[in-house]
């Protein structure tokens, strides 16, 4: 849905005199102002004023973002022509267009003048939130089930450990076990709660257990990273999250955290050292990529199936891990790893986040069709029978989008399911 | 104008409910804001944003984590906050209304609004209750407050949609049930700021303190005399069985 | 002190609620266990009170009575209890009987019970059972002391058996009703113009579970393919997704549809108050434990959301 701007008017005087020159003529068109000059830049200045959100105003329209922006491709979409939007008319801070963008970074990627969204979408929303104004229902609803409950899914705190009884294998709690260990699992909110995430969180640690990794988890006194809901506008909830998270951390003695999904990584990673949060954090993928030489002999069964890998943004073009992941597919005996166009730097987001995750009925309001139905059916073009993803967010999200495209032969699989299948042999 | 807000802390029915004996084991539940009351936090500032005064906003302190609560409501536009330091997990509504009456008492309120009704209300709701202790008349139900001068104007819910305009001399007890706009969203940021600045208000609890003069017998989950017939399966699989068994009752 | 039962019924345009009955009819069986007589009081006129099966029928008139006013009423209910002394004062627990019943408790100092569904006299001992926390406990209480006020909830007792008739007296009110500080102004109809969900025959019913508002054309798209219409229980209303029309419920709307498909409601005893005598309750909620699934003939913890989807693609 574009917004109401006005079409610029081709502007051509027969009798044009400019500051005393005589210019009629055909050619006198770029003597004249232009339409932008109709308008106030003062829309512009109002998002560039917002602290965090100076880059808006570098835009200087070569539309490179446009080309690589996954919202456009659905939509009408991009920094640039939010850029426009602004220049004639929209009041970003207002509009739905503030909801839309993920922040997959890849625009900034791209862009010449560091634009960058991830920045500038985060500040503009807060100040919409702070400001009263319009936010959609179902992320309200995510904000105040974090902070009543510690994760975006309104579940019960006490509830967070509890999938480790169907994990099939012993998982240690640090608060129970008394020692300090070498590894410091963060599970995360989706692993704890989401059947498909509790799958993952199984298998993660069913592999740890095989390969002899001394780890253990939080449990219950885990709280969710909030790094989307962060992105989303609620700085004040990702701080309140963080205090109680770096509280834990610190409670107990381990070498090196291993996280399962990217959006934790960049919080502790990236954000956390502002908060006196500075120790080593790694996604399990790098974690298990640097002991494939004992995990390969682990992988026993053959998984014949042709797989494709899908590029979390938060792993890939935020924090750099392209190969890790491959390398873990690819050393599963049977996979046919082929690779989608877009992929790695250049890989097409899911949707989930930057809040995406809790906004899906309202973004399907604006957009032809969700990013992961687009994605799901890039999948499929492949002929892949499997979509491998390595973010806790990527699996609800893709079941739902190969089913609502046509495309349910296409399994969607945590890389630690396939993994641990490739341990184990089918079930 | 003086407002005053009083709220409940209640136990969440959001999970199971331990029980302890014969009463919730009040030690491995979470305590909330009684949904109700957080209408009745944004009716009151609404109240205050058309016919200016203060709000304040006073609750009985039973598990000593009412701070988080009293926070939220000054994030929405309350402007004191008062803690009535009971600890005292299972206090019923006769002692927590008696409790609120006497700190409310000395605040001189023009309006005191509080929820309707609580899930814990086993001996009664602490509205009524209140009006009768602060000797005040009391209307509940209420889904819209408007105040001018010494009069306010609430609109009462009945069954069936319908409803009843009534105009109520200052001072009154309203029960509400609904605020005229649904409760604004208070960014955490701005709650957290709060819980750095904001004084709350303790007060020890006085009053004698009388109970519901309920003996509690038991207090167990209902036995179901009846259970529905589970449909089992993936979604997919659900949606199938209830558009067959809608099509075969001529539904579909 | 007596050993009677006093039950304050209520009535609107000249009809009684059904839950007066259901407590009459109650009351007759407790009255005869304590050993004392059933009095229904009525208040106000414009409504024939000789039609419950009580021992004897009060009906007070008074101008302050005319419409349900709760300064008013709450005034004459505990004049005539104070007079009186009832063992026992039922009151419904409806609009109404919520803005007296424990004022009077606190007025009297004498215990209250609310969200009643069973009373019985064991002994010269009273038992109370109450539906407490949503739905999700039975509490039984015994009150102690000499009096009790028991708010009741509709659909507790069964209805004919307190119809009957009795000779009823009429009175002034005990007390003055001057000088309220109350006063009725107006009655607010339902805004027109909008679907009267008791008149539809399939009901897809939205609860808290259905997320936002955004949410609710999901819901709309079912009721269109069904042939029905989206109605809510009343947190949905509250937050302004649907308007008050659509209320089914204690508060909002009885409907008695062939079809009440509902999607994430727990079933809390006020809303199952508005549709329990539907005739197919099909119940999506995640929670296993959610208190519809006493109620409801079909059941399913699914994603309401792929069910419903699902279910569009199907017919």
Known sequence: MAPKYQKAIAIEKEQAVVDGVDISGHWNRMFEQRVIFEYTPELIEKVASIPGAESFANCYQCAKCIAVCPVDVVGNYGPRKLYRYAQTGLDLTEAPELWLCTTCANCLRVCPKEVNMVKIMPAAREQAILDGKFVPNELQQAFEATANTGNPLGQPQRKREAWIQNAGVEVPVLRDLGRPVEVLWYVGSYPSYHPRGMDAASAAARIFTALGIDFAILGKEEKDDADSQRLAGEKGLFEMMAEHNIEMFNKYEWNEMVVTGPHELNAFKNVYPKYGFERPVVHYTTFLARHLDRLKPLLKHPVNKKITYHDPCYLGRHNGEYEAPRQLLQAIPGVELVEMDRNRQNGYCCGGGGGGMWMDSFTAKHTTMRLSEKRAMEAASTGADVLAVACPFEVSRFEDAVKSTGNEHVGVLDILELLDKSMRGEP | ?252 | MSNDVFVITEHMEGKFSDVSFEMVGKAKELASALGGQTVAVVLGGGVDAGVFASDAALQVEDPALVQFNPEACGKVVEALVREKSPRLVLFGWTATGMDLAAWLSARLGQPCVAYVKGISVDGGGLTVSSQVYGGKMIAEVAPQGGMAVLAVLAGSFPVEAGQGSTAASKVASPVPLDGLKIKFVEAVKPAAGDVDITAQAKLVSIGRGIGGKENVELAEELAEALGGTVSASRPVVDAGWLPRTRQVGKSGLKVKPKLYLMLGISGAPEHLEGMKSAELIIAINTDKKAPIFNVAHYGATADLFEVVEAMLELL
């Open chain 2, 1 to 252: 104008m003086n407002i005053v807000v009083a709220i409940k802390h209640i136990p969440s029915i959001a999970d199971e409910l331990p029980v302890n004996g014969s009463n919730i084991d009040f030690d491995s539940v979470d305590f909330v804001l009684n949904e109700f009351d957080e209408q009745s936090i944004e009716q009151a500032v609404l109240v205050k944003e058309a016919s200016g005064g203060t709000v304040t906003v006073v609750g009985v302190d039973l598990i000593g984590e009412l701070d988080n609560v009293l926070h939220l409501a000054l994030a929405k536009g309350a402007d004191n906050a008062v803690k009535i330091t009971a600890d005292e997990p299972g206090a019923d509504s006769h002692q927590q209304a008696g409790w609120l009456a006497e700190a409310i008492r000395g605040m001189s309120p023009d309006i005191v609004f509080t929820g309707v009704q609580a899930s814990n209300d086993l001996d009664g709701q602490i509205g009524p209750m209140l009006a009768a202790y602060l000797d005040l008349p009391y209307i509940g139900g209420v889904s819209s407050v408007e105040v001018n001068g010494g009069t306010a104007t609430v609109n009462k819910e009945f069954a069936g949609g319908v409803g009843a305009k009534y105009a109520v001399s200052l001072p009154v007890v309203v029960g509400v049930q609904a605020a005229s706009k649904p409760p604004r969203y208070a960014p955490i940021s701005k709650v957290r700021q709060i819980a750095q600045t904001a004084a709350i208000g303790k007060v020890a609890p006085s009053g004698d303190g009388a109970g519901a003069g309920l003996a509690l017998k038991k207090m167990a989950p209902p036995v179901a005399t009846g259970h529905a017939e589970m449909l089992t399966g993936s979604s997919k699989d659900v949606a199938a069985k209830i558009v067959e068994l809608l099509k075969s009752k001529g539904l579909a």
